[in-house]
């Protein structure tokens, strides 16, 4: 009974090298949207003591001065690299639970007893490598939360060349006893704060714990976590990943806004992503929330902050409504005379689609009209047929974020492809 963790190392970072052999050993970090802070970066970016989610305007000069290299987030390119790990994974395990865009975790127990693990690891490893051009850390261990331990472990010991393996009880203890609280898969800081007032410290001291009575104390999620650290597998995926109580969307502009007619191009295609994602989780909303505000850091302008919210009658998942309600809010926030740097939109409220009260007057057939034609242009934008929006979202797109330094779609648009010489 064994389960195998696959991370890809600094993946973003890593993506960007395969097209560059000239970056191999060049410190490289990326950008989040609008350029504005260190999202990832490469072993060598971390030597120089670039921290994430650093401002970028903080250790830019410095960084450049000393050769690092830079790029905007290219998220069309990073998910089709993802898609390729994630492919050779299913070859080689036909078990896989894919965690986040460069985890997943492998259930062995479908291959035969006898398995040769240190065999199998490297095995993957190099496939990966050889096949993609991304380098991972694999970690191996009788359950979910273990296996998480030996990928950390794995990826922070270069002694262990990128693989652990935890089988035996003495050499799991010894590494439980090593482990802080804070690093275990699940536990944030408010959890490791109650935790160490009641002197529990490590993750070998959690596993000494009678779960029932932290069951009792805390949550069923944590009582699992001790299980797993006993060597009891128990936990799925589905365990850290809640339905949504809130959906929110929102964006930095390339530069500062004073056109209500621009602001309403933005807030129509925030309401229309945030639409797209509660249709996603199967849920409809009773809520919209927008706002609008000024750069904070930008001392210079007049600031402004404003919100307002609109509570609907019918609880809804239909673009047009949350789009048409979203302009209404900003109809009435609106000011003239500062300068707008962000936008957003909050849905909440929720209920389930298929379990909401209608109300007598609703009329039946044009909510499955409006369904179909939601399904419709749903579909059409995820299969890539077209790319389809609604005319409040405009066609100027001067408010998108920069992203001035993105590196090529290598691999997701034939006008892009790497060109030898």
Known sequence: LMFALIDCNSFYASCEKIFRPDLKHRPIVVLSNNDGCVIAR????????????QPWYQVKDQYLSKGGVVFSSNYEFYADISNRVMNVLSDLCPEIDIYSIDEAFLDLRTFRKNIDLVNFAYDCKKRIKDWIGVPVSIGIAPTKTLAKLANKVAKDDPRFDGVV????????????KSMPIEKIWGIGRKLTAKLENIDIKTAYDLSQVDSRLIGDNFNVVLERTVRELKGQSCITLHDFMEPKKQIMVSR???????SKSILSEAISFHA????????????????????IRSNRFNTRVRQIYAAKSFELVHPTDDTRIIIKNANRILDQIFADGYQYAKAGILLSDFTNKYGYQMSLFDKKRDEKMASRLMETVDYINLMEIAKIGFGNQGYRNTWRMKREIKSKRYTTKIEEIPITK
């Open 252 to 258: 930095s502009f390339g530069k500062s806004i004073r």
């Open 165 to 176: 393996i935890l089988s035996e009880p003495r050499v799991i203890r010894h590494f439980l």
């Open 42 to 53: 490469s072993p060598e970016a971390k030597k120089m003591g670039i921290n994430m989610t």
């Open 272 to 291: 229309s992503r945030a639409a797209e994602k509660l249709r996603y989780e199967k849920q409809k909303c009773r809520l919209i929330t927008a706002f």
